[in-house]
């Protein structure tokens, strides 16, 4: 593997690159400001990502990437191209080798849409693989064996759950419910409980700060800002870490659901090997306070998040384009 071939993790909230004996080299928001007068892209990242919400009408803060699939193709195909520029440098002596990784439950359409953008983005050859399995390589999980390991990988826009056995999904299930959404159910609910309008950055750092997906022994409590619906003033309120649970219990039973789901497809020797070796948390969403908890009472099973939960996808893709070289995986 040349230093220039990279793992990007093209995620819905933000874009991970991994680089061969550098590590994960840029993170950045994928989110990108255009001009709709001039139609020109004004800023990308997290440049981009601080306009949001207040921008002029002219300028647009967009996310091209909903739920794990490109939305908007062309804005994807600009800041592929832009990311990768800026991880391995605009003088690349040659086109780098990429791997991406998709949702598991990509349709062929959605796969190809990204096989394309990365070729235009300036990729020498392109390698797709799936999030559970870049998941599980990046937390350090032998995925080589004859064993079952379950991967739950919480992202931006979708949640995959994965059983995994030498090399491959045995069993999977991708949901549309993830950090984003974690994110909406605590607007809605300051808004229907506080008549307050709050923006999704600080619904983000309100998740970050005192989100809990399970009841805790000490309350936590922030203030927060935010537009009176009634009034049409600015205003601020306090909100604690129990509210936040129950603003969060719908969202977080729906991935405890599909983690049963799973659960039940699992066929007998597998699901002893998961109650023995336990459930992988990884992606940002998985950084929810209590979600370990919530997980491992309501299926009996032991429930640990991944070390470096934000970049695992990310240093799984790099590593998978080795194992490609190599057909054999070695974490």
Known sequence: MQNSDLGIDLGTASVLVYVKNKGVVLKEPSVVAFDKDTNKIRAIGEEARLMIGRTPGTIQAIRPLRHGVISDYTVTEKMMKYFIQKAVGRRMFRKPRV??????????????????????AGARDVSIIEEPIA?????????????????????????????????????????????????????????????????????????????????RLEEDSMEVKGLNVLSGLPNTVKVTSTEMEEALKETT????????????????????????????????????????????????????????????????TGKYVEYLDTKYYEV
């Open 253 to 316: 039973t729906q991935i405890v659901d599909a983690i049963h789901s799973v659960l039940e497809k699992t066929p007998p020797e597998l699901s002893a090997d998961i109650a023995e070796r336990g459930i992988v948390l990884t992606g940002g969403g998985s950084m929810l306070r209590g979600l370990e908890d919530l997980i491992e009472i309501k299926t009996g099973i032991e429930t640990n998040t991944a070390n470096e939960p934000l970049t695992c996808v990310a240093i799984g």
């Open 135 to 215: 998941a599980a390589i990046g937390a350090g999980i032998d995925i080589s064996k004859p064993c079952g390991n379950m991967i739950v990988d919480i992202g931006g826009g979708t949640t995959d759950i994965a059983v995994i056995s030498l090399g491959g999904t045995v069993v999977s299930e991708s949901i549309k419910i993830a950090g984003d959404d974690f994110d909406e159910a605590i607007a809605r609910y300051i808004k229907r409980k506080h008549n307050l309008s709050i923006g999704e950055r600080t619904a983000e750092d309100i998740k970050i700060k005192i989100g809990s997906a399970y009841r």
């Open 99 to 120: 791997a991406v990784c998709v949702p598991s439950g990509v349709t062929e359409v959605e796969r190809k849409a990204v096989l394309d953008a990365t070729y235009q």
